[in-house]
């Protein structure tokens, strides 16, 4: 064994979390794993729960009990809002938990009332909405706010949205979305915060945070609910609801980091994923829901099944039937059963009947019932229910401000030759071409819960609003998916007699998302030759992108001399990328993720593992190569370019240090441009030797820096040994004495490294 000596953790947990407070116990053992696991945290479940949450369970019925474990939709119509008969029955029977995709107060209310005044027990409803990004006043999607790298802002964005959702009589959000994605293809990758682990841990807390305020009990704050657990972001092929192939050891290092940060950060409720893990869906899945979950990381949240998947333990193959489904979800760890009949049908009757035992019931509800009790719902159940809030709380001047904030944040410039952008607030003529230029759905992007598409400010409108001095013509040239050789040459005749064009490129919104899943990578439909008869123009053309997920690029930065990606921007969007275009903003975004050249490399990431033969270029046989491809990535990830430049020295710190000691990093960073900007010094660690190999790179600081032309400050980032640790093979978090290489800089293909020595 070559790592030498251990640096043991009793509190594994908090390590998967990075959390800097984590208490260190050293136990160095040479050259041995330990013989005796290290103790893990509390027991599984509340044994008791408050009083009034056991004195209800005491005089429940079977049927009321199972009852809080059904979460059912109802709908905000066209029509209006309604009810199903069967949602209307259950509620008035005193047999619902909870109803989603629910909205508005007087809605809520009538529900609530239902539940509280006129059933036998008075409990209170839950009400959950998918709120991804923003409930009313819609921010860029979550992979665009990722891209920010800005904690403070997104923490922000998600208490504006909590606000706004709590303001409409919403206290449970299904969000933040926590998977991992090595695979763009996965249309879902769009709802997360990229493929770090680690910084999706760090967004992920922010969220919560976010969500929850200070108070969860409070009238303007809603229950986080992480999803998708776990793993969903290894669904095969890039497909949504495939099995993962991942190991234990993927499992704990690169998919489970993102949700222990939000356990330490107070979430209260888990989503159970669709996909199996090591054959078994999320939704019966004991060793995650129970073992990891309740008994490692000490949750006494509540635990929801996502949309219909407890009933689809029947179709995998786990479940002979309904009955069987519903046993072995609720016994794995499940809580609650998110529409579905397997819950409300089977389990009276089993419970009955003894096979499930009343004490595992009892557990479920007790897990529901003191979640109600945390958000406040038995004390002030009408508390989220103010129609004079509602009405100054949605799309708020304040709210729409900080969406164009974030909005410019999360904007990536990827090319910039010769200066092209920004153009000169002096231009008269402007061109806007392409089929994402005045589209509003589009500029919300996808799953924008309670957005409206006519507050949404396009492109072609946000310049309207920087430029009113200035001609902008818009040419739609056709639709994503396709356009005609006439609508191109109408484009090209309109880009003639412009100062300046932009390319409004990309996908529609519904071309990313859960079921949008694509194989071809590339601008779809004939985009590509729009772009290419556009440009052949000559004049000076900056590109404006709108995606959920990398696009494969390769085509387009060879013959576009300015590329902004802006992600779909949101509600304010089309105003934060006209300011930027024009120099008002300068561009800071950096990617959260990794852009291929070509489908075929998939996955591709920053931090893989090292092989025994290092692709060369030009490749050599028998190393690890394509015949037909580069391995490097088209756009690495961190990667993104300012207005101005800036120049990085390598890190300083202390040759040796010793463990539990704070490891403090110094880079001094330069703006050597012409410009004032904003960088964003990336910190990279790297254990040369280990017990298993250990990824090249992996993410684990970040800082920004505002520099004026020519100034030089330098930047302090710090690390623990929490950041250095792994999971080893004796299966447990542990950081190894021994040699680390700490590397910083502009991106994970730009940076200088040097080393330092940990000591027990
Ligand atoms: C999605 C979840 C979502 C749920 C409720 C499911 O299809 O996978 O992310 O929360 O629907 O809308």
Same mark, same amino acid.
């Given at each position: 064994?070559?790592?030498?000596?251990?640096?043991?953790?009793?509190?594994?947990?908090?390590?998967?979390?990075?959390?800097?407070?984590?208490?260190?116990?050293?136990?160095?053992?040479?050259?041995?794993?330990?013989?005796?696991?290290?103790?893990?945290?509390?027991?599984?479940?509340?044994?008791?729960?408050?009083?009034?949450?056991?004195?209800?369970?005491?005089?429940?019925?079977?049927?009321?009990?199972?009852?809080?474990?059904?979460?059912?939709?109802?709908?905000?119509?066209?029509?209006?809002?309604?009810?199903?008969?069967?949602?209307?029955?259950?509620?008035?029977?005193?047999?619902?938990?909870?109803?989603?995709?629910?909205?508005?107060?007087?809605?809520?209310?009538?529900?609530?009332?239902?539940?509280?005044?006129?059933?036998?027990?008075?409990?209170?409803?839950?009400?959950?909405?998918?709120?991804?990004?923003?409930?009313?006043?819609?921010?860029?999607?979550?992979?665009?706010?990722?891209?920010?790298?800005?904690?403070?802002?997104?923490?922000? !964005?998600?208490?504006?949205?909590?606000?706004?959702?709590?303001?409409?009589?919403?206290?449970? $959000?299904?969000?933040?979305?926590?998977?991992?994605?090595?695979?763009?293809?996965?249309?879902?990758?769009?709802?997360?915060?990229?493929?770090?682990?680690?910084?999706?841990?760090?967004?992920?807390?922010?969220?919560?945070?976010?969500?929850?305020?200070?108070?969860?009990?409070?009238?303007?704050?809603?229950?986080?609910?992480?999803?998708?657990?776990?793993?969903?972001?290894?669904?095969?092929?890039?497909?949504?609801?495939?099995?993962?192939?991942?190991?234990?050891?993927?499992?704990?290092?690169?998919?489970?980091?993102?949700?222990?940060?939000?356990?330490?950060?107070?979430?209260?409720?888990?989503?159970? !994923?669709?996909?199996?893990?090591?054959?078994?869906?999320?939704?019966?899945?004991?060793?995650?829901?129970?073992?990891?979950?309740?008994?490692?990381?000490?949750?006494?949240?509540?635990?929801?099944?996502?949309?219909?998947?407890?009933?689809?333990? $029947?179709?995998?193959?786990?479940?002979?039937?309904?009955?069987?489904?519903?046993?072995?979800?609720?016994? !794995?760890?499940?809580?609650?059963?998110?529409?579905?009949?397997?819950?409300?049908?089977?389990?009276?009757?089993?419970?009955?009947?003894?096979? $499930?035992?009343?004490?595992?019931?009892?557990?479920?509800?007790?897990?529901?019932?003191?979640?109600?009790?945390?958000?406040?719902?038995?004390?002030?159940?009408?508390?989220?229910?103010?129609?004079?809030?509602?009405?100054?709380?949605?799309?708020?001047?304040?709210?729409?401000?900080?969406?164009?904030?974030?909005?410019?944040?999360?904007?990536?410039?990827?090319?910039?030759?010769?200066?092209?952008?920004?153009?000169?607030?002096?231009?008269?003529?402007?061109?806007?071409?392409?089929?994402?230029?005045?589209?509003?759905?589009?500029?919300?992007?996808?799953?924008?819960?309670?957005?409206?598409?006519?507050?949404?400010?396009?492109?072609?409108?946000?310049?309207?609003?920087?430029?009113?001095?200035?001609?902008?013509?818009?040419?739609?040239?056709?639709?994503?998916?396709?356009?005609?050789?006439?609508?191109?040459?109408?484009?090209?005749?309109?880009?003639?007699?412009?100062?300046?064009?932009?390319?409004?490129?990309?996908?529609?919104?519904?071309?990313?998302?859960?079921?949008?899943?694509? *194989?071809?990578?590339?601008?779809?439909?004939?985009?590509?030759?729009?772009?290419?008869?556009?440009?052949?123009?000559?004049?000076?053309?900056?590109?404006?992108?709108?995606?959920?997920?990398?696009?494969?690029?390769?085509?387009?930065?060879?013959?576009?001399?300015?590329?902004?990606?802006?992600?779909?921007?949101?509600?304010?969007?089309?105003?934060?990328?006209?300011? *930027?275009?024009?120099?008002?903003?300068?561009?800071?975004?950096?990617?959260?993720?990794?852009?291929?050249?070509?489908?075929?490399?998939?996955?591709?990431?920053?931090?893989?593992?090292?092989?025994?033969?290092?692709?060369?270029?030009?490749?050599?046989?028998?190393?690890?190569?394509?015949?037909?491809?580069?391995?490097?990535?088209?756009?690495?990830?961190?990667?993104?370019?300012?207005?101005?430049?800036?120049?990085?020295?390598?890190?300083?710190?202390?040759?040796?240090?010793?463990?539990?000691?704070?490891?403090?990093?110094?880079?001094?960073?330069?703006?050597?441009?012409?410009?004032?900007?904003?960088?964003?010094?990336?910190?990279?660690?790297?254990?040369?030797?280990?017990?298993?190999?250990?990824?090249?790179?992996?993410?684990?600081?970040?800082?920004?820096?505002?520099?004026?032309?020519?100034?030089?400050?330098?930047?302090?980032?710090?690390? *623990?040994?929490?950041?250095?640790?792994?999971?080893?093979?004796?299966?447990?978090?542990?950081?190894?004495?021994?040699?680390?290489?700490?590397?910083?800089?502009?991106?994970?293909?730009?940076?200088?490294?040097?080393?330092?020595?940990?000591?027990?």
């Amino acid at each position: 064994m070559t790592h030498g000596r251990k640096i043991r953790i009793l509190t594994a947990a908090l390590l998967v979390a990075g959390i800097a407070s984590a208490a260190l116990a050293q136990t160095p053992v040479p050259g041995q794993p330990p013989s005796a696991p290290a103790p893990v945290v509390a027991q599984h479940a509340p044994e008791r729960a408050s009083a009034r949450v056991e004195d209800l369970i005491a005089r429940m019925t079977i049927a009321e009990k199972v009852g809080q474990l059904v979460l059912l939709s109802s709908n905000r119509a066209v029509t209006g809002p309604y009810t199903t008969p069967d949602v209307t029955g259950a509620l008035e029977r005193g047999e619902l938990g909870g109803i989603f995709n629910t909205y508005d107060v007087a809605f809520t209310r009538q529900l609530q009332e239902t539940a509280v005044k006129h059933t036998r027990l008075g409990i209170p409803l839950l009400f959950g909405f998918d709120v991804l990004h923003g409930h009313r006043t819609i921010f860029p999607v979550p992979l665009g706010q990722a891209a920010s790298f800005d904690l403070k802002a997104i923490e922000g !964005a998600e208490r504006i949205a909590g606000r706004e959702a709590a303001a409409a009589g919403i206290n449970w $959000v299904f969000a933040p979305m926590l998977d991992v994605t090595r695979d763009p293809r996965w249309g879902r990758i769009v709802e997360g915060a990229g493929e770090s682990p680690w910084l999706g841990g760090q967004i992920g807390a922010a969220r919560v945070r976010g969500f929850q305020g200070e108070r969860l009990d409070a009238d303007d704050s809603v229950a986080a609910c992480v999803k998708h657990f776990g793993a969903n972001g290894a669904v095969e092929s890039g497909r949504d609801y495939t099995a993962t192939s991942v190991s234990e050891r993927a499992l704990r290092e690169i998919y489970l980091p993102p949700f222990k940060a939000t356990v330490a950060a107070g979430v209260r409720c888990f989503m159970a !994923a669709f996909n199996t893990f090591d054959g078994v869906p999320g939704v019966a899945n004991r060793h995650l829901l129970t073992d990891i979950l309740r008994k490692e990381w000490g949750f006494q949240g509540v635990v929801v099944s996502d949309f219909g998947a407890v009933e689809e333990l $029947v179709t995998h193959g786990i479940a002979a039937d309904r009955e069987e489904a519903a046993k072995r979800a609720l016994t !794995a760890g499940t809580d609650i059963e998110m529409q579905g009949e397997a819950f409300r049908r089977d389990l009276p009757r089993l419970v009955a009947s003894g096979a $499930v035992p009343m004490a595992v019931l009892d557990d479920a509800v007790r897990h529901v019932l003191t979640f109600k009790e945390e958000l406040g719902l038995f004390d002030k159940p009408f508390g989220r229910m103010d129609e004079a809030r509602e009405r100054t709380a949605l799309f708020a001047p304040a709210h729409r401000q900080a969406a164009i904030e974030l909005a410019e944040k999360s904007l990536v410039l990827l090319k910039n030759d010769r200066e092209t952008l920004p153009f000169s607030p002096d231009v008269r003529r402007i061109a806007v071409i392409g089929p994402l230029a005045d589209d509003r759905a589009d500029t919300l992007g996808p799953w924008a819960a309670n957005g409206q598409p006519d507050d949404a400010i396009t492109l072609a409108a946000g310049l309207r609003q920087v430029l009113p001095k200035a001609v902008v013509e818009v040419v739609s040239a056709g639709s994503v998916n396709g356009s005609s050789p006439e609508a191109r040459a109408a484009a090209v005749a309109v880009a003639r007699t412009a100062d300046v064009v932009v390319l409004a490129l990309g996908e529609k919104s519904t071309q990313s998302g859960e079921a949008a899943s694509r *194989t071809d990578l590339g601008l779809p439909g004939d985009q590509m030759e729009l772009a290419r008869d556009v440009l052949a123009v000559g004049r000076p053309t900056a590109v404006v992108l709108f995606h959920g997920r990398p696009l494969v690029l390769t085509p387009l930065v060879k013959d576009a001399p300015a590329i902004l990606s802006a992600w779909f921007p949101g509600s304010m969007g089309g105003l934060a990328i006209a300011r *930027t275009l024009v120099g008002e903003n300068e561009p800071r975004g950096r990617l959260p993720v990794t852009f291929p050249r070509a489908v075929g490399q998939i996955p591709i990431y920053h931090d893989h593992l090292r092989t025994g033969r290092p692709p060369t270029n030009p490749p050599r046989p028998y190393t690890a190569s394509y015949l037909d491809e580069g391995t490097e990535p088209l756009f690495p990830f961190g990667y993104g370019l300012s207005y101005t430049d800036f120049g990085f020295s390598p890190p300083r710190m202390a040759p040796i240090v010793k463990a539990g000691e704070p490891i403090a990093v110094a880079v001094d960073v330069t703006n050597t441009g012409r410009r004032p900007g904003t960088a964003l010094v990336q910190l990279y660690v790297n254990q040369p030797v280990a017990e298993i190999s250990r990824p090249v790179k992996e993410l684990r600081g970040f800082q920004h820096v505002a520099l004026k032309p020519g100034e030089t400050r330098t930047v302090t980032l710090s690390l *623990t040994d929490a950041d250095l640790a792994y999971w080893h093979q004796d299966g447990r978090w542990a950081t190894d004495a021994g040699r680390f290489r700490v590397m910083t800089g502009a991106n994970v293909a730009d940076l200088q490294a040097a080393e330092f020595t940990l000591q027990n």
